[in-house]
């Protein structure tokens, strides 16, 4: 096992988008999967999604 040191006085870094960055991430993401957010919006109602990205998404903007 190998011990990692931690640097406590590092804060972590927080995203914080504006809404047009907001929508240009999610609609990037939804292109990448090649999907739209009412498909995307599907899956998740049928807890059936194409893909472990697909959830992720889910999970992040759902």
Not at 7 to 16: A, G
Not at 36 to 59: G, I, K, N, P, V
């Amino acid at each position: 096992m190998t011990a990692v040191a931690h640097d406590h006085n590092i804060k972590p870094e927080t995203w914080r988008p504006t809404k047009q960055e907001w929508d240009q991430f999610v609609q990037r993401s939804l292109d990448e999967l090649g999907i739209t957010y009412d498909e995307l919006a599907r899956q998740a109602r049928e807890r059936d999604f194409q893909s472990a990205d697909a959830l992720a998404l889910w999970m992040t903007i759902g």
